[in-house]
């Protein structure tokens, strides 16, 4: 016989929305992106072993990853902007964990993370699973930001990055530098930009191929 509800294992967290998120099976419903922008700001990248006075969020990693994506993508739809954007956003409940790690866990945080990636997509109204060309230029940008990272903040050099992340185009490389911000600060940007490109989506014509 199953275990009782009072005796198996709690699966879901409260968000501050007051939501009650299930991460073993997330629904869209109870998905915010005021719990995405607030929860991202305060995950540190790089298990915080970055250089700083503040901590390098996810969110700030995510607005950096679309930003990428825009340059390399210009003529992309914002549904894919926005695809970028959230591209890590399953890290508000689950952390972040370095590929190492994730590597060592083993298949069953993958599992979790692609669950709760397809209810926040799917929220947000893009596809459950992505088209391939645009995950593969999501995850191109996704390099290039830890590059970034890595040589400016975390201590990696050159030769090191180059070896695990690819090489960037030199005038990238020289001219995107990192500036770390409060948490609120952050928070605020992420929301910014989810709006803006929301508002984009939404004065598409209707019926415009994406």
């Known amino acids: 016989m199953g275990k009782s509800l009072q005796t198996r294992p709690r699966a879901w967290q409260r968000m501050l929305s007051g939501r009650r998120l299930d991460l073993l099976d997330p629904t869209p419903l109870d998905i915010e992106i005021e719990d995405i922008a607030h929860g991202l700001a305060f995950v540190a990248r790089w298990n915080g072993q970055t250089l700083g006075d503040w901590p390098y969020s996810v969110a700030e990693h995510s607005i950096l990853v679309e930003e990428l994506f825009a340059r390399a993508q210009p003529a992309s739809p914002a549904r894919w902007r926005l695809a970028a954007?959230?591209?890590?956003?399953?890290?508000?409940?689950?952390?972040?964990?370095i590929s190492p790690v994730k590597a060592a866990v083993g298949s069953d945080y993958g599992v979790l993370e692609a669950r709760?990636?397809?209810?926040?997509?799917?929220?947000?109204?893009?596809?459950?699973?992505?088209?391939?060309?645009?995950?593969?230029?999501?995850?191109?940008?996704d390099r290039l930001s830890a590059w970034l990272e890595a040589t400016q903040l975390a201590g990696f050099a050159t030769p090191e990055a180059d070896?695990?992340?690819?090489?960037?185009?030199?005038?990238?490389?020289?001219?995107?530098?990192?500036?770390?911000?409060?948490?609120?600060?952050?928070?605020a940007a992420f929301l910014a930009r989810f709006a803006a490109l929301m508002a984009e989506i939404d004065a598409q014509p209707a019926g415009r191929p994406a």
């Open 163 to 187: 070896r695990f992340f690819g090489r960037p185009d030199p005038g990238l490389a020289d001219s995107r530098r990192l500036i770390l911000r409060p948490p609120v600060e952050v928070r």
């Open 116 to 141: 709760l990636a397809a209810a926040i997509r799917l929220r947000f109204g893009l596809p459950a699973e992505l088209p391939l060309r645009i995950g593969r230029a999501i995850k191109a940008a």
């Open 85 to 97: 954007l959230l591209h890590d956003a399953p890290e508000y409940v689950i952390g972040d964990m």
